[in-house]
Nanobody
Framework: QVQLVESGGGLVQAGGSLRLSCAAS????????VGWFRQAPGKERDFAAGISWSGSSTYYADSVKGRFTISRDNAKNTVYLQMNSLKPEDTAVYYC???????????????????WGQGTQVTVSS
């Protein structure tokens, strides 16, 4: 079972940048597609970005495309989310999770992911 811990959140002004980290324990992490999701207050948890086990393929929600970059370092068992040009609407708790082995590439459904971390808060002030 993979355990995930997110870090790197904080308070930043609009237009600023943050880099989130998702550190994993468990041997299967290096073979897993990983996704970043976010949940704003009073809203559902939404997909933000995903990366294949090798790091060679990525996909993004339209709302973050061109501003966020997902990457991974399997030697460090860590996935990153570089967030640039942040907007107040990016304020949310950010979570990482692994894609269930039975699910296919490109899914954005929260139900298709498991091994959720505890989340890290990102607040963007205007």
């Amino acid at each position: 079972q993979v355990q995930l811990v997110e870090s790197g959140g904080g308070l930043v002004q609009a237009g600023g940048s943050l880099r989130l980290s998702c550190a994993a324990s468990g041997r299967s992490f290096g073979f897993s597609t990983v996704g970043w999701f976010r949940q704003a207050p009073g809203k559902e948890r939404d997909f933000a970005a995903g990366i294949s086990w090798s790091g060679s393929s990525t996909y993004y929600a339209d709302s973050v495309k061109g501003r966020f970059t997902i990457s991974r370092d399997n030697a460090k068992n860590t996935v990153y989310l570089q967030m640039n040009s942040l907007k107040p609407e990016d304020t949310a708790v950010y979570y990482c999770a692994t894609l269930r082995s039975s699910k296919g590439w490109g899914t954005t459904s929260e139900a298709d992911f498991n091994s959720w971390g505890q989340g890290t808060q990102v607040t963007v002030s205007s």
